[in-house]
């Protein structure tokens, strides 16, 4: 079975400046997606950023971008010039051949205005 | 309404009680599905339904009975909870297609759901 990792249970960033969020995954897979969700505070989550594992080039959505090493089975989220919207709990997740979503525990990023 | 809906927000229940928890997706979704959140745990996919038709049951107690009367609503019956079950109950939906193309899934904001 497929497991994601999220070491880290909480970061801080200040506003302006960059984060790395980590994600790292198991799978006998050649073939998944990755995606990473935001859940701000009593909102609805939302996809941030999808990675198709068989596309070498790492993913961008505007300040949210991926660091894909497929070798490694890493997939680490970079967000700059953070903002204060960016707080949140932000949720790696893989999707294989079983059709399922499988979850992260998740990291709760406060951004420091 | 928009994007995928969750009544009630809120609930507290007695473990003897029997309440329903209500999604209703306006996307033209043809897949539903229900996650349990709890604090400090990956999110657990409780249900399955692609076309109406249950695809997946991760081994979820009974007291938790889906229904799905049609691809736009979905529901989750509860009955005789134990306090374990407190946590945020996550509703998504997506659009299946053939030939394993994956399509986002779009949440829900949750029932917050306090078994006493």
């Known amino acids: 079975a497929q497991t994601v990792t999220q070491s880290q249970p909480e970061m801080s960033v200040q506003e302006a400046e960059t984060v790395t969020l980590s994600c790292t995954y198991d799978t006998s897979e050649s073939d998944y997606y990755l995606f990473w969700y935001k859940q701000p505070p009593s909102r609805q989550m939302i996809l941030v950023i999808r990675?198709?594992?068989?596309?070498?080039q790492n993913a961008t959505e505007n300040r949210f971008s991926v660091n894909f090493q497929k070798a490694a089975k890493s997939f680490s989220l970079k967000i700059s010039d953070s903002q204060l919207g960016d707080a949140a709990m932000y949720f790696c997740?893989?999707?294989?051949?079983?059709?399922?979503?499988?979850f992260g525990k998740g990291i709760t990023l406060s951004v420091r205005p | 309404e928009t994007g995928v809906t969750q009544t009630p927000r809120h609930l507290v229940m007695g473990m003897t009680n029997k309440k329903s928890l209500k999604c209703e997706q306006h996307?033209?979704?043809?897949?539903m599905y229900w996650y349990k959140q709890s604090a400090k745990k990956p999110l657990e996919l409780m249900f399955v339904?692609?076309?109406?038709?249950?695809?997946e049951n991760n081994s979820v107690p009974s007291r938790f009975s889906p229904e799905c009367p049609n691809s736009s609503h979905l529901f989750l019956h509860l009955h005789t909870l134990q306090p374990e079950d407190s946590a945020l109950y996550l509703c998504a939906s997506s659009q299946e297609a053939a030939g394993g193309l994956l399509n986002e899934q779009f949440f829900g904001p949750g029932t917050r759901l306090t078994v006493l």
């Open positions: 339904y692609n076309f109406k038709e249950q695809t």
């Open positions: 996307l033209g979704h043809n897949a």
């Open positions: 990675q198709e594992a068989y596309k070498q």
């Open positions: 997740a893989y999707y294989g051949a079983n059709s399922k979503l499988t």
